[in-house]
């Protein structure tokens, strides 16, 4: 078991029916997918969707999903750490998939340091399917059971400890500094971080159809007894910086983030946002990892500064028909891909 992901966190955020369900509301309808699964009967942990695709712009890829998977075809929000409380659940998923037709089997962010990649690895050499890594990715953190929050600070780089926390200072020069939950005001947050996101990337954060998932995630979620933290960090009463953050038995997952740029010569507001964040998640009692997930900075990744633990994430397809197998080696030839060393 990874030391970073342990039992009491499994099945994590986006293997909750909470998660799931708010999904299959947003995505269930989607024209391209089509559900495998009579989810009335069976765990949506279990489900499986499909769609169809063309390889090489010729070849049909009828390519199947669990359910609650972001692809390019439906793209969903993220959701990473595939894994489960019990893992009989995934070896029932992997059987239900020999139940119906398909090409290829994809599934992403899988814990490389996992015994759902080790199952995956011998259910295809059982069934003689090639496994291809399609991904591989790193995920960062704060272990709050490491120490204290000035343990943590004394063990950050000069610069970072100034970006994370000693530049509140010059903030709290300006005006009132004050770190907020809106919850349950989810329109207003959504409102806010759409905004920020529109500035800095040309586009919003969260699309209809993500809208429609993340409202009900949060709702199911805070119904199930976890907490949402809709933090908004403010100056005098005026929103610069958002973070949606949601507390799941002891890990809180840092779903997304927004802020003005360049608001001030030498703060990084999105950076001390973290501060904020981390610093709460250190002082409470029911917080022991404090997850800024997968992915990079737009300038650089800050993410890798400011954490104390990381994961190793793949995305990895099962392919059944040889030709298939021959499209992906030219295809990823064609392109310079190769496949990661694990």
Not at 269 to 290: C, K, R
Request: aromatic share 12%.
């Amino acid at each position: 078991m990874n030391q970073y992901f342990p039992q009491h966190h499994r099945p994590g955020l986006f293997r909750t029916s909470a998660w799931l369900s708010a999904w299959l509301t947003a995505w269930g309808t989607h024209p391209r997918l089509k559900c495998l699964s009579d989810i009335n009967t069976q765990p949506l942990a279990s489900g499986l969707c499909s769609f169809t695709d063309y390889k090489l712009r010729i070849l049909p890829l009828k390519t199947i999903i669990p359910v609650g998977v972001a692809t390019g075809v439906a793209p969903s929000i993220r959701g990473e750490y595939f894994c489960f409380e019990d893992p009989q659940q995934l070896k029932y998923l992997l059987d239900e998939s020999l139940n119906h037709s398909w090409d290829q089997f994809y599934i992403p962010d899988l814990m490389l340091d996992s015994i759902e990649f080790d199952m995956i690895q011998d259910f295809c050499a059982q069934q003689h399917f090639s496994l291809l890594i399609r991904d591989k990715t790193t995920s960062y953190g704060v272990d709050v059971r490491s120490g204290t929050f000035a343990d943590y600070l004394k063990n950050l780089g000069s610069n970072t400890r100034l970006k994370l926390f000693n530049r509140r200072t010059k903030l709290k020069e300006l005006g009132a500094l004050r770190v907020t939950n809106i919850w349950p005001d989810s329109e207003k947050f959504i409102a806010l971080i759409n905004q920020f996101h529109w500035k800095r990337w040309g586009e919003p954060c969260f699309l209809p159809r993500n809208t429609t998932q993340i409202i009900n995630a949060l709702n199911n979620l805070t119904d199930a007894g976890h907490s949402v933290d809709l933090s908004v960090l403010s100056l005098d009463d005026k929103p610069l910086s958002v973070m949606l953050d949601i507390n799941v038995n002891g890990r809180v997952y840092n779903l997304q983030s927004g802020y003005i740029e360049n608001f001030m010569h030498g703060v990084s507001l999105g950076t001390l946002h973290f501060g904020f964040q981390i610093e709460a998640a250190f002082n409470s009692p029911n917080v022991d990892y404090y997850d800024f997930m997968a992915g990079k900075g737009k300038h650089c990744n800050y993410k890798e500064a400011i954490a104390n633990a990381q994961l190793e994430f793949v995305s990895v397809s099962m392919v059944k028909p040889a030709l298939l197998k021959l499209a992906y080696r030219v295809n990823d030839y064609l392109k310079g891909y190769q496949q990661p060393n694990i």
